[in-house]
T-cell receptor, first 115, second 119 residues
């Protein structure tokens, strides 16, 4: 079974703090994704990566950065957390590019509260 | 314009009955794929079913089927014989050919439908 794990299920941070959200997948997937999920807005793509050290902006990258130093690990960084970044963050991975039917596998999510 | 539209924020269904969750999409691509995911209260997204734009048959997976009407750009999820465990948030998503390569297989998601199954 594919397993995508996220470092924390719940996180509480203060405004201005630097926040790291870690995601690890164990199936040698090429692609990894970070989404945020907010009520009434669905899932919105923040950043994704299709190879080590490669990253591309998604639909809402402002206020976030990412790092992928190893294939299995994709980190989301909030350089200076703000209250409007309080949200559920979901990490996902998929095997490779170019396959229409390729599903994404999701981690359990991290609920981040910024005070 | 929204690429994926789910017009039902919440739905109720009686146990053992069938329920249809609506999804319409907007794309100018001829090649695309449509997905449905389930998100229980635990938070993890679970893949349910996939339909390709060139698939002639509607996709089915156990109690899940996808009512694909290409001309109307709709891809409704049908759950037959609902169970209490089907209570969850359901998301429709699309992958388009125009962003398939170099785009890391991006998916665009709808806003979701919260389904509650009642006794």
């Amino acid at each position: 079974d594919v397993k995508v794990t996220q470092s924390s299920r719940y996180l509480v941070k203060r405004t201005g703090e630097k926040v790291f959200l870690e995601c690890v997948q164990d199936m040698d997937h090429e692609n990894m994704f970070w989404y945020r999920q907010d009520p009434g807005l669905g899932l919105r793509l923040i950043y994704f990566s299709y190879d080590v050290k490669m990253k591309e902006k998604g639909d809402i990258p402002e206020g976030y950065s990412v790092s992928r130093e190893k294939k299995e690990r994709f980190s989301l960084i909030l350089e200076s957390a703000s209250t409007n970044q309080t949200s559920m963050y979901l990490c996902a991975s998929s095997l490779r590019q170019g396959i229409f039917s390729e599903t994404q596998y999701f981690g359990p999510g991290t609920r981040l509260l910024v005070l | 314009a929204q690429k994926i539209t789910q017009t039902q924020p919440g739905m109720f269904v009686q146990e053992k009955e069938a329920v249809t969750l609506d999804c319409t999409y907007d794309t100018s691509d001829q090649s695309y794929g449509l997905f449905w995911y389930k998100q229980p209260s635990s938070g993890e997204m679970i893949f349910l079913i996939y339909q390709g734009s060139y698939d002639e048959q509607n996709a089915t997976e156990g109690r899940y089927s996808l009512n694909f009407q290409k001309a109307r750009k709709s891809a409704n999820l049908v759950i037959s014989a609902s169970q209490l465990g089907d209570s969850a948030m359901y998301f429709c998503a699309m992958r388009e050919a125009s962003i398939l390569t170099g785009g890391g297989n991006k998916l665009t998601f709808g806003t979701g439908t919260q389904l509650k199954v009642e006794l």
